[in-house]
Every structure is written in C-alpha cells, then in structure tokens.
C-alpha cells in the first residue's frame, strides 16, 4: 500500500513539473503588463480670484502657451492704475524740482561769488580809510591839517565801515541760498527714491496681475480634466485644468526584483496594445525605481523579498499620438 502510495505521489510530481515546464513555455518572451499613460500637467492658480472664464473644455487640444483660463483681477487693475497715477505725480513734481534746483544752484552760485568780491572791494576800501584816518589823526595833532579834514576822514572811515558791514550780511544771505540751493537737490534726490519705489512696486502688482490668466504650457496639450468653472473661487495651488501632452506618453509597468537588473534607463524595448496584437513599436526606459513598492513590514522569507516590484516607465518612441491613455499592453524586454 506504501509503495502504491509513493509511486502515485511520484507520478503526480513528474506531472506537476511537465505542467510547470510546459506553461513556462507558453508563457513566451519575457514582457511586463501596463497601462498607457501621459504626463500630466495640472495648471493651477497663483493668486486669489473668482473664475471668470475656462476657455477650454475637457478633450479639447489647446496651444502652446493660449489662455486658458481668466480670473477676476479689478482689484489689482484698480492698483496698478493707482500706482501708476501715483508715478505720473512724482514725475511732474521732479521735473518742477530740476527747473527750480537748477535755476536756484545757477543764480545762487552767481551771487554769492559776486557777493564775495563786493565784500573784498568793501575790506580793501575800508582799510584804506581807516588809514587814512590815522594820518589825518596826526597830522591834526601836530598842526599840518585841520580838524574839517580829520572829520571827514572819520566820516570816510566810518561809512566803508559800514559798506563792510553790508556786504557781509549779502554774502551770508547768498550762502544761505546756497544752503537752499542744495536743500532743493535732497528733496529732489528724496523724490526721485519715490519713484524708484514706486516704480518697483508697480512691477510687481504686474507680475501680480499676469498671474489672473492662466496659461498653458509651452508645447501643445490636450485637456485631461477639469477642475473649475466660471463662478468658482480659485485659491493659491487650487487645480484648474490638466492637460497631457499627446506626443509623450509613457507605459507604466510594476517589475519584480528578480527582473529589475534586466532593466536600466535608456534599454530600448519593445510595446504592444492589447487593442493593437500583432503590432509593436519601439519603446526606451525612462525611468526605473530606487525603492520598492508594496514591501511587506517585515521581510523574512525568500517569497517576501520576490513579492516586492519596482515601478518603471516606458516612453513610447512611435506612433505616440495614436496611443490612448489608459489601454492595456505588454513591454517586451525582446
């Protein structure tokens, strides 16, 4: 009965191994399943604003760079004009300050220069009457002139005095224009800064405001799915459109780590569609996982560690365009 047993179990094995052999060879070329995908692009807002207008609906093929969306942006137009009026005053009030510096610096200049040399013609005249003065002091002391003669050289002495004394106050009040003069050149240095500023900030409320109509990338795409519509409020990062481009698409596959050195970014390979038998076309790695996916918490036996893939991509090289997102097909290593 034992040995009946035996040999039974023993045909059973023989069997089990020609199945396995017999499948394995069914099985045919090494190849992976996957799923036709495009890489997706979600165009979102940057700026807080309700929607006034999508102008794209889902599957329609859009321009590189068209807008795709507006949003309500009056009260950043209503800024930038305010800003813009607020230059507009600084300039005009610049252009007053440049006339009026540089008729003041000219004539201020003028004057306290010809003020200086009246001071110095009034100091030259009055030291010579203040001599003179002193010789007709004592020459009236020994006798040799008269007293009619020593008054007026007081006299004389005394107004060129005085003309010392008038031409130094011009002078300080030409240095004071002066002094003005460059106080005008501060204030209009003061505005000029203005306007810089404002100037500045006007940039960025219209970086701010390009930022209310949204725009599609620089190729052109093909609307995936859309998010919002015309009324809804867009916040910064909320999702409006998606969009693929039609001319890269990838095949998304999962390989399990006993196979994943067969794979390696830039190995050609071969893609057929379920839709499509019989017909294959010309496929390259693109991109191959550094960390498995669907690891168990804790590997302890040989069947965890083969139970963990890798997910890699697949560029189609042909044919892209005719290639639908979502259809199933095989990678063949080849």
Same mark, same amino acid.
């Given at each position: 009965?034992?040995?009946?047993?035996?040999?039974?179990?023993?045909? +059973?094995?023989? +069997?089990?191994?020609?199945?396995?052999?017999?499948?394995?060879?069914?099985?045919? %070329?090494?190849? $992976?399943?996957?799923?036709?995908?495009?890489?997706?692009?979600?165009?979102?807002?940057?700026?807080?604003?309700?929607?006034?207008?999508?102008?794209?609906?889902?599957?329609?093929?859009?321009?590189?760079?068209? =807008?795709?969306?507006?949003?309500?942006?009056?009260?950043?137009?209503? &800024?930038?004009?305010?800003?813009?009026?607020?230059?507009?005053? $600084?300039?005009?009030?610049?252009?007053? #300050?440049?006339?009026?510096?540089?008729?003041?610096?000219?004539?201020?200049?003028?004057?306290t220069s010809a003020r200086r040399a009246e001071l110095a013609q009034a100091e030259a005249a009055a030291t010579l009457a203040e001599r003179t003065f002193v010789r007709e002091q004592a020459l009236a002391s020994s006798g040799a002139s008269t007293a009619q003669r020593l008054d007026e050289a007081r006299a004389a002495r005394d107004q060129a005095r005085s003309a010392v004394d008038r031409a130094?106050?011009?002078?300080?009040?030409?240095?004071?224009? &002066?002094? #003005?003069?460059?106080?005008?050149?501060?204030?209009?240095?003061?505005? !000029? /800064?203005? @306007?810089?500023?404002?100037?500045?900030?006007?940039?960025?409320?219209?970086? !701010?405001?390009?930022?209310?109509?949204?725009?599609?990338?620089? =190729?052109?795409?093909?609307?995936?799915?859309?998010?919002?519509?015309?009324?809804?409020?867009?916040?910064?990062?909320?999702?409006?459109?998606?969009?693929?481009? %039609? @001319?890269?698409?990838?095949? &998304?596959?999962?390989? %399990?780590?006993?196979?994943?050195? /067969?794979?390696?970014?830039?190995?050609?390979?071969?893609?057929?569609?379920?839709?499509?038998?019989?017909?294959?076309?010309?496929?390259?790695?693109?991109?191959?996982?550094?960390?498995? #996916?669907?690891?168990?918490?804790?590997?302890?036996? @040989?069947?965890?560690?083969?139970?963990?893939?890798?997910?890699?991509?697949? !560029?189609?090289?042909?044919?892209?365009?005719?290639? &639908?997102?979502?259809?199933?097909?095989?990678? $063949?290593?080849?």
């Amino acid at each position: 009965m034992n040995r009946r047993r035996m040999v039974a179990v023993g045909v +059973l094995v023989i +069997l089990l191994i020609g199945g396995l052999l017999g499948w394995r060879r069914q099985r045919g %070329p090494v190849h $992976y399943t996957g799923f036709v995908e495009g890489e997706e692009r979600i165009l979102r807002s940057e700026v807080t604003g309700r929607v006034l207008e999508v102008r794209f609906a889902e599957g329609a093929a859009v321009e590189a760079g068209a =807008v795709v969306a507006v949003l309500d942006d009056r009260d950043v137009a209503a &800024q930038i004009e305010a800003k813009r009026r607020e230059i507009t005053m $600084y300039e005009a009030e610049i252009r007053m #300050n440049e006339d009026r510096s540089t008729m003041v610096d000219s004539t201020s200049k003028r004057e306290t220069s010809a003020r200086r040399a009246e001071l110095a013609q009034a100091e030259a005249a009055a030291t010579l009457a203040e001599r003179t003065f002193v010789r007709e002091q004592a020459l009236a002391s020994s006798g040799a002139s008269t007293a009619q003669r020593l008054d007026e050289a007081r006299a004389a002495r005394d107004q060129a005095r005085s003309a010392v004394d008038r031409a130094r106050e011009m002078l300080a009040r030409a240095e004071a224009e &002066q002094t #003005n003069s460059a106080m005008a050149a501060s204030e209009l240095e003061m505005v !000029r /800064r203005k @306007r810089e500023l404002a100037l500045a900030q006007l940039a960025e409320l219209e970086v !701010r405001h390009e930022k209310f109509t949204v725009r599609a990338p620089g =190729v052109p795409t093909v609307v995936q799915t859309q998010y919002l519509w015309p009324g809804e409020l867009a916040q910064p990062g909320t999702a409006i459109l998606a969009v693929i481009d %039609p @001319r890269d698409k990838y095949v &998304q596959i999962y390989v %399990p780590v006993a196979d994943v050195d /067969r794979l390696h970014v830039g190995r050609r390979v071969e893609i057929e569609l379920d839709s499509r038998p019989g017909k294959r076309v010309a496929g390259e790695v693109s991109f191959v996982a550094d960390k498995a #996916n669907f690891t168990p918490e804790k590997i302890e036996t @040989r069947s965890d560690r083969v139970g963990q893939v890798y997910r890699a991509k697949i !560029r189609i090289l042909e044919d892209v365009e005719s290639f &639908q997102p979502g259809t199933e097909g095989n990678v $063949y290593l080849g």
